[in-house]
């Protein structure tokens, strides 16, 4: 046993220090500090599959989708399409899906009059399949089919298997037409209306597939820190299979009142720890985005994190560790990785000027692209909010695209792109809004990336303030 002496000589000193030890006070606070360094390691582990749920809502609530319903974007996207750092260029196409009434069927056709690629990926938002030219079609299209966790018959020949580890998932897709005219417009949307899904026992009688159209409409998948991000963590938890390198972390999570069989009511005081973790994550994952790998000497575009999502074909998954961290960061500020990132498209980021100071809302910057831009389709400038790595909301303009008809041009090929809360009167064409007051960073995009930016012989300019 030990002494009064002895239990008060283990109390932390900052606790000591207030004045006389009450050891039930003593004991709460303890209890309090361990459930809040739990949250906040629950929330870092647990980024993508709630970032997975809060796209799927949005599909459900927003687009009034089902899943194996298609929802794609006629338009280009605004700010309205509130996902993690999406672009303004390409036709997006979402597609909800969930294998626990058996395997599913996904048609894509064939990669004909328009650019289309994209990736299938699981709860987690682990990329099962590239999907295109640079995936296992080829670009030629083919019959993907999604077999739930555990399912044990044998796939059909004429399909591509894709093995999920869990139920739920989605589809994202990129259609890009060959210019903006509005022929190679409608055959880009063409292609998406030739797409369909439905399960493999309906295979013989598909049904109607039906599509929902989210142009000019809200569709809200951002993460919200607040009372919502643990509901959908333990709701997730509730409905998914529990994967072996996830055990330790599902052993935490009971401290939390999350976990299988647990409905997840929170006292007040579990409810003010978790609303403090929350807090603290968060600034963790905005300070995450602004530290990466420097792309060229000397220069502020990067490639965020340590390239170990890369290195792993996004699984996170090394032979000595998960690693939560970068897995968390990256589905901070992004989703729907292919496989293989670089092939049919390269972006990069910045988050600080010239200076190195972080780009601010209320400032005016410009940035010089160079001429010959190594890119066989195109290529686009992006503006994100770092509270939320989506779109700025109301924002008349997010991105600036060489497709775009109206993009002045200087005598040496080289553009100038202008970033401000409001345009500068003789370069309107050429700007691109930031909200006075709030932290933003940039996506330079390479679609078609062609050699002179992979071996650098061509190198993009720092954000210069006016």
């Known amino acids: 046993m030990t002494t009064k002496r002895q239990r008060r000589q283990r109390v932390p000193h ?30 870092i582990w647990g980024m993508p599959i709630v970032s997975f749920d809060a796209m799927r809502q949005a599909c459900l609530r927003d687009a009034g989708a089902k899943y194996n319903d298609i929802v794609f974007w006629s338009s280009p996207a605004d700010w309205r399409l509130q996902i993690t ?27 004909t009059g328009a650019g289309l690629f994209g990736s299938i990926n699981d709860a987690w938002q682990t990329p099962l399949a590239d999907i295109g030219p640079q995936g296992i079609d080829a670009g030629q299209g083919g019959r993907y089919l999604l077999v739930p966790p555990d399912h ?37 949307l063409d292609l998406v209306q030739c797409m369909s899904v439905h399960l493999l026992a309906q295979a013989a009688d598909p049904p109607q ?24 963590l333990a709701r997730m938890v509730a409905e998914e299979p529990v994967q072996p390198r996830d055990l330790a972390a599902m052993g935490q999570l009971h401290s939390l009142g999350i976990g299988k069989g647990k409905l997840f009511h929170p006292d007040v005081l579990t409810r003010k720890v978790l609303d403090g973790a929350l807090v603290e994550a968060h600034e963790m994952f905005k300070h995450a985005v602004t530290v990466g790998t420097p792309y060229w000497p000397g220069i502020q575009w990067m490639t965020p994190g340590e ?5 792993t074909e996004f699984t996170f998954e090394t032979e000595s560790a998960l690693e939560v961290d970068e897995r968390a960061m990256t589905f901070f500020f992004a ?26 809302g209320s400032n005016t910057y410009c940035l010089r692209v160079p001429a ?21 909301r109301e924002s008349p303009r997010v991105e600036l695209n060489s497709f775009d008809e109206d993009l002045a041009v200087n005598a040496d090929g080289s553009v100038d792109v202008f970033f401000s809360p409001s345009a500068l009167e003789a370069r309107q064409s050429n700007w691109v809004y930031t909200a006075p007051g709030r932290r933003w960073f940039a996506a330079f995009r390479f679609y078609g990336p062609l050699l002179p930016l992979t071996e650098k012989t061509w190198m ?7």
């Open 14 to 43: 900052d606790i000591r220090a207030r004045g006389p030890v009450n050891e039930q006070r003593v004991v709460d606070e303890l209890i309090e500090r361990t459930l809040h360094r739990r949250a906040v390691e629950a929330a």
């Open 85 to 111: 750092t999406p672009n303004a260029s390409a036709h997006y196409v979402f597609i909800p899906i969930n294998t626990k009434s058996g395997p599913l069927v996904i048609d894509i056709p064939a990669a």
């Open 152 to 188: 044990a018959d044998d796939v059909p020949e004429e399909f591509i298997p894709v093995h999920m580890k869990t139920f739920g998932g989605y589809c994202a897709l990129r259609v890009i037409p060959e210019s903006s005219s509005e022929a190679d417009t409608t055959a880009a």
């Open 209 to 232: 597939q039906h599509f929902v159209d989210m142009s000019g409409r809200l569709f809200d998948g951002i993460v919200r820190f607040d009372a919502t991000f643990f509901e959908s």
């Open 307 to 311: 390239g170990i999502g890369l290195r």
């Open 335 to 360: 989703c729907a990785p292919p496989k293989r990132l670089g092939a049919a498209s390269m972006y990069l980021w910045a988050t600080h000027d010239e200076r190195a100071e972080p780009l601010d």
């Open 372 to 392: 010959n831009v190594p890119a066989s389709q195109f290529w686009a400038v992006t503006v994100y909010d770092l509270d939320t790595a989506g779109f700025i």
């Open 460 to 466: 993009l300019g720092d954000f210069q303030i006016v």
